[in-house]
């Protein structure tokens, strides 16, 4: 059977239908001997006869039934991925392989729950890791879309700007300077730092932010190695955090962290979506690259507590 073709299939399934060679030939817009010899090729292929040649027209064998019902089974599966592919092409159906750093994590959630709402028929996979594993997970293709701060510089992505991303420093609520306000640079730089590793965006945002203070780099503070460990080691009082406002929502709702008003603060970045540029983009990949530029603000976190003088979170 491994070379029956589908033109094959088809021709016996009109020939059942007509009951006739020529009817059938007309049907498929072939010659009465095109289909006579598609129907010869298909019975040498299998070695048994699949019509009865009879005066009230073309009745199939028991072999031939058989045949005939696994040809409409192929002929309908076909029909059906038709449907599919084409579900496909206008963007109604696909997988998504979404990446997103840890500090969308907080957010990434909300924002596929609002997506499935509207697309119930497309799939998301959801890959978080640090900046180094998702940008290695952007490499590699194993994801088509990541969601993060500062694109990469040493992979030709598309990147688009799909909302304000503020990083701040944090302390405990009851810390000495939670009611001060414009806190010096040099003062700030004071204070024990609880910072991510070499080469987060964040930890790289506040390299530069502290770029003038002497000696300050050398002594940044104390590595973590996530965002949940530095708001933990904060509200214990080990120190201050730079931080992303959308990582520390529900700790100032409860009153448990609190923004310091340091000058130069909040440090304003943005959050980017990032596809290969070397990759040809889905359906679905369109789809949610344009829900996230129309929608995707709205389901970043709100920051109920900000500076007096600017607003940390993009108004739902």
Same mark, same amino acid.
């Given at each position: 059977?491994?070379?029956?073709?589908?033109?094959?299939?088809?021709?016996?399934?009109?020939?059942?239908?007509?009951?006739?060679?020529?009817?059938?030939?007309?049907?498929?817009?072939?010659?009465?001997?095109?289909?006579?010899?598609?129907?010869?090729?298909?019975?040498?292929?299998?070695?048994?006869?699949?019509?009865?040649?009879?005066?009230?027209?073309?009745?199939?064998?028991?072999?031939?039934?058989?045949?005939?019902?696994?040809?409409?089974?192929?002929?309908?599966?076909?029909?059906?991925?038709?449907?599919?592919?084409?579900?496909?092409?206008?963007?109604?159906?696909?997988?998504?392989?979404?990446?997103?750093?840890?500090?969308?994590?907080?957010?990434?959630?909300?924002?596929?729950?609002?997506?499935?709402?509207?697309?119930?028929?497309?799939?998301?996979?959801?890959?978080?890791?640090?900046?180094?594993?998702?940008?290695?997970?952007?490499?590699?293709?194993?994801?088509?879309?990541?969601?993060?701060?500062?694109?990469?510089?040493?992979?030709?992505?598309?990147?688009?700007?799909?909302?304000?991303?503020?990083?701040?420093?944090?302390?405990?609520?009851?810390?000495?300077?939670?009611?001060?306000?414009? #806190? =010096?640079?040099?003062? +700030?730089? @004071? &204070?024990?730092? !609880?910072? /991510?590793?070499?080469?987060?965006?964040?930890?790289?945002?506040?390299?530069?932010?502290?770029?003038?203070?002497?000696?300050?780099?050398?002594?940044?503070?104390?590595?973590?190695?996530?965002?949940?460990?530095?708001?933990?080691?904060?509200?214990?009082?080990?120190?201050?955090?730079? #931080? =992303?406002?959308?990582? +520390?929502? @529900? &700790?100032?709702? !409860?009153? /448990?962290?609190?923004?310091?008003?340091?000058?130069?603060?909040?440090?304003?970045?943005?959050?980017?979506?990032?596809?290969?540029?070397?990759?040809?983009?889905?359906?679905?990949?369109?789809?949610?690259?344009?829900?996230?530029?129309?929608?995707?603000?709205?389901?970043?976190?709100? #920051?109920?507590?900000?500076?007096?003088?600017?607003?940390?979170?993009?108004? /739902?």
């Amino acid at each position: 059977m491994k070379n029956v073709s589908i033109r094959q299939l088809r021709s016996l399934i009109a020939i059942e239908k007509h009951q006739k060679i020529s009817s059938a030939a007309s049907e498929l817009g072939l010659t009465g001997p095109a289909i006579t010899l598609q129907l010869k090729q298909l019975e040498d292929e299998i070695g048994l006869s699949l019509f009865d040649r009879t005066p009230e027209g073309m009745r199939p064998t028991a072999a031939g039934r058989r045949v005939l019902d696994a040809a409409h089974s192929v002929q309908e599966r076909l029909r059906t991925l038709d449907e599919e592919l084409t579900a496909f092409k206008g963007g109604k159906r696909g997988t998504l392989r979404l990446g997103a750093v840890s500090t969308a994590k907080y957010f990434a959630p909300r924002l596929i729950a609002a997506f499935k709402d509207s697309h119930p028929a497309i799939k998301i996979d959801l890959f978080v890791g640090n900046r180094a594993d998702t940008i290695g997970a952007l490499r590699e293709q194993s994801i088509d879309i990541a969601l993060m701060g500062r694109p990469p510089a040493d992979i030709k992505v598309n990147a688009s700007v799909f909302g304000d991303h503020p990083l701040v420093i944090i302390a405990p609520s009851d810390h000495p300077l939670a009611e001060r306000r414009e #806190i =010096s640079k040099a003062e +700030i730089a @004071q &204070e024990e730092f !609880l910072v /991510r590793e070499p080469g987060s965006g964040t930890r790289i945002s506040l390299e530069i932010f502290f770029a003038d203070v002497p000696k300050k780099l050398e002594s940044l503070g104390t590595e973590m190695g996530s965002n949940e460990t530095i708001k933990q080691a904060v509200m214990a009082g080990l120190g201050v955090g730079f #931080i =992303s406002a959308h990582t +520390i929502e @529900q &700790e100032l709702q !409860l009153g /448990r962290l609190a923004i310091l008003d340091v000058v130069g603060m909040p440090i304003r970045r943005q959050w980017f979506s990032v596809s290969r540029a070397d990759r040809a983009q889905s359906p679905a990949m369109g789809i949610f690259q344009r829900f996230l530029t129309r929608r995707g603000p709205r389901y970043l976190p709100v #920051i109920p507590k900000t500076y007096p003088h600017e607003t940390l979170s993009t108004s /739902r």
